[in-house]
């Protein structure tokens, strides 16, 4: 994502939510704050693979600044894992 142009940045806080599609519907969850960063990059190391489904994970992240003040949310950004030989 691109840096915040706020002056007083402290750090981002990067949330996450997920769907996984199978034949029953689940869901999309809540987003959750899954971690801060002090740089515009974040490296999501609790992603969950399973050979039968495929997952969607969705995030955003938001701008805090030094009095603790946290901007909107940004436009969701999504990945889409898909084992192997799973149509």
Do not use: F
């Amino acid at each position: 994502w691109n840096p915040s142009p706020i002056s007083d940045h402290k750090n981002y806080q990067v949330y996450k939510s997920y769907q996984q599609l199978r034949p029953e519907e689940i869901p999309t969850t809540e987003y959750q704050l899954l971690g801060v960063s002090t740089t515009n990059s974040y490296t999501d190391t609790t992603l969950e693979v399973s050979p039968c489904v495929t997952n969607i994970y969705y995030y955003r992240v938001s701008a805090v600044n030094t009095a603790g003040m946290e901007s909107p949310l940004s436009e969701v950004v999504s990945i889409q894992y898909t084992p192997y030989g799973l149509s």
